[in-house]
């Protein structure tokens, strides 16, 4: 079955702790990305990667880090210096080109007290 | 900069046909997809338009007016289960393969 998967689905983590969530898929897509979404807001575009050892901000950067070391893999890491970090984190993946949807993992809640 | 407007909220009456509008306002247009997001669960596709007109599939068609900046979904026979969000999405700049999304709307579909 291919498909992305991420885990866990709820973390909860303490403030100044950094947590990272992770994000995998067997679709052989190029292409990954981080969105977060909150409650009335659209999903937002942390980081993305088109290709292997390459990723660039999105819009929502700051307090984030990504690697991308393998095709399958981008894991992101939420670190301390993200001021508002408790939010739902959704991963996707695309086919290069302008035309492929992007398609969602079942994302990761992530809570911080 | 990016704006995309859709309505916060609908509802519709099982069985009836419902359109919820997006409007948008990029640098750059290729191409505007919507997908569907039920409560706690990750968005699907539904629909992509890249060209004016409208495309059909099942009970579901999106439209898009390129040189209006607008879209629709139109939903048909609404049936219970397709009470969810509804999201919005452009792509703006060719070759970046990036989304943005509109705060999508929430359909509540009744008996």
């Known amino acids: 079955d291919g498909g992305i998967t991420q885990s866990p689905k709820y973390l909860f983590r303490k403030e100044g702790q950094n947590v990272t969530l992770s994000c995998e898929q067997n679709?052989?897509?190029?292409?990954m990305y981080w969105y977060r979404q909150d409650p009335g807001q659209g999903l937002r575009l942390i980081y993305y990667s088109q290709i292997v050892n390459d990723f660039q901000k999105g819009d929502i950067a700051e307090g984030y880090s990504v690697s991308r070391e393998k095709k399958e893999s981008f894991p992101l890491t939420v670190t301390s210096a993200q001021k508002n970090p408790t939010a739902f984190y959704l991963c996707a993946s695309s086919m290069r080109g302008d035309s492929y949807e992007q398609y969602f993992g079942p994302g990761t809640r992530l809570t911080v007290t | 900069g990016q704006n995309i407007d859709q309505p916060t909220e609908m509802t519709a009456t099982e069985g009836a046909i419902v359109q919820i509008n997006c409007t948008y306002q990029t640098s750059g247009f290729n191409g505007l997809f919507w997908y569907q997001q039920h409560a706690g669960e990750a968005p699907t596709f539904l629909s992509y338009?890249?060209?004016?007109g409208l495309e059909e599939k099942g009970r579901f068609s999106s439209f898009l007016s390129r040189s209006k900046g607008y879209s629709y979904l139109l939903l048909k026979e609404l049936q219970m289960k397709d009470s969810a969000s509804y999201l919005c999405a452009v792509r703006s700049g060719a070759g970046s393969y990036q989304l943005t999304f509109g705060k999508g709307t929430k359909l509540s579909v009744i008996p």
């Open positions: 338009n890249v060209l004016d």
């Open positions: 679709l052989n897509h190029d292409a």
